[in-house]
């Protein structure tokens, strides 16, 4: 026992190395499985308030383009409202609202952290628990899809970005409404990767990628982007899509984050039907 | 000693708020991520206990994954390479004795050595960082290419910041 003891106190150099990777590795996996410990990680409240300090800052060197961003996002949605159309025809119709049920509600927030040249990137916001944000929502702009919230404390979150090999959004090609999974496979924060879409499919470059809606997420219909190219890679048989990613990771300041109010029904529903 | 110990805590603050705040949100374009923290492994004197190499080595890389959402992968690189550092001074030195306190400066060990033993490191570190976040061996020539163009990169930044850091006072020596 005492020569064990002997043996490791001289070669206590690798002992506490292999230690020391253990703990990290840990960590790492811990990490992967995002059971994240709530104490370390970037939604806690030290590096939160960092970051939003630092966002705070460099947000008034992006004040131009943020003005117009918004600027243009208004006139998109002025353009939508009913006073912007002129009724042609006479006929009679009754818009009765209660038909109508909400079902996507949407939370503004920041950006207060973001990476993009990763292999798996996050995004910190600078709302939280206290402000009705809960995992698993989505995070979207005008110009499209955005991430996913993982982690939420009291007055931040953290999010999966969409450049992260762990996400993965169902959506389909507006055009023709064939359905696929885009992904992303590093490389570069401007394009993604859209699979699954059959050989029998006609594409063109620049068609519309929108997302399905089918994940409960993001509603339906929201922007990803348009086709830059496409080929049947060898051994498959379905499209390899190269998708023109339409939001700019590297400019990210306001985003909207998504509830599904009907999320919960949903996906009870659909485990109720697949367990039978 | 006790001098030392604010020197060294001063100079790991300084170098893991330069990496967290300017450097993880430089976008140099593709896959080049620059690193200035591996300079406060580089810099501890050639006589440091070797747990103390390790637990700090530890510790810089776990504050720089606190606020890079990376949990454990750059603990798991510094430690690495604090773990490869006496390997390595030992394989490109000729002169293996120390004075007390002696730092791996330029003054102290030449332009060359320094450039050298500072490339073997960060390489090593880069590697590991890259590996453990790809997490699978397919991408193996991308991350190769990331870690040389990444190096490369690095080395320029902790060079240069390491001639503005100016020459260790010999009183502490």
């Known amino acids: 026992m005492r020569n064990l003891f002997n043996f490791i106190a001289r070669h206590y150099f690798f002992f506490l190395f292999i230690f020391l990777q253990v703990v990290s590795f840990a960590l790492i996996i811990q990490n992967h499985f995002y059971q994240r410990s709530a104490f370390i990680n970037s939604a806690n409240y030290l590096t939160g308030n960092i970051f939003e300090t630092r966002s705070n800052i460099e947000l008034y060197f992006n004040l131009r383009t943020i003005n117009e961003e918004l600027a243009g996002n208004n006139a998109k949605l002025l353009e939508s409202i009913p006073g912007s159309y002129l009724k042609t025809d006479q006929q009679i119709f009754t818009f009765n609202d209660t038909l109508y049920q909400k079902q996507f509600s949407y939370i503004n927030a920041r950006v207060i952290n973001n990476s993009v040249r990763n292999r798996n990137n996050y995004i910190t916001l600078n709302k939280g628990r206290r402000h009705g944000i809960k995992p698993d929502m989505g995070i979207i702009t005008p110009q499209g899809v955005i991430g996913i919230v993982k982690e939420v404390s009291a007055n931040f979150s953290a999010a999966l970005s969409l450049l992260h090999s762990d996400m993965q959004v169902s959506a389909k090609i507006q055009k023709n409404d064939h359905l696929g999974t885009i992904l992303w496979e590093g490389y570069h924060h401007e394009n993604a990767t859209m699979l699954y879409i059959p050989p029998h499919v006609a594409l063109e470059k620049g068609d519309t990628i929108v997302t399905s809606g089918f994940s409960h997420i993001f509603p339906e219909g929201v922007f990803i982007g348009t086709i830059a190219d496409y080929e049947i890679r060898r051994g498959d048989n379905f499209f390899t899509i190269e998708v023109e990613l339409a939001a700019d990771f590297n400019q990210l300041n306001y985003v909207s984050v998504v509830t599904n109010l009907y999320q919960n029904e949903l996906i009870e529903l659909e485990t109720a039907a697949s367990q039978q | ?173």
Not at chain 2, 91 to 109: A, H, M, V
Not at chain 2, 118 to 144: C, K, N, S, W, Y
């Open chain 2, 1 to 173: 000693m006790d001098l030392n110990i604010f020197k060294h805590t001063g100079r790991f603050l300084i170098l893991i708020a330069i990496q967290v705040v300017i450097l993880n949100h430089i976008y140099f374009g593709g896959y080049i991520t620059p690193h200035i923290y591996p300079l406060f492994i580089l810099l501890l004197p050639f006589d440091v206990k070797g747990w103390v190499l390790l637990v700090v080595a530890f510790f810089s890389g776990l504050a720089v994954d606190m606020f890079s959402d990376s949990m454990g992968m750059h603990a798991a690189a510094s430690v690495f390479m604090a773990f490869m550092r006496p390997t390595v001074i030992r394989l490109i030195s000729i002169k293996t004795d120390f004075d007390q306190g002696e730092e791996p400066r330029i003054e102290n060990k030449g332009l060359g050595w320094i450039l050298l033993y500072t490339f073997i490191l960060v390489f090593l570190h880069h590697m590991a960082l890259f590996i453990i976040e790809v997490f699978r061996l397919d991408e193996l020539p991308q991350v190769l290419l990331r870690t040389l163009l990444s190096t490369g990169f690095s080395l320029v930044i902790i060079i240069v910041a390491q001639l503005l850091m100016g020459k260790q006072s010999k009183s502490r020596i």
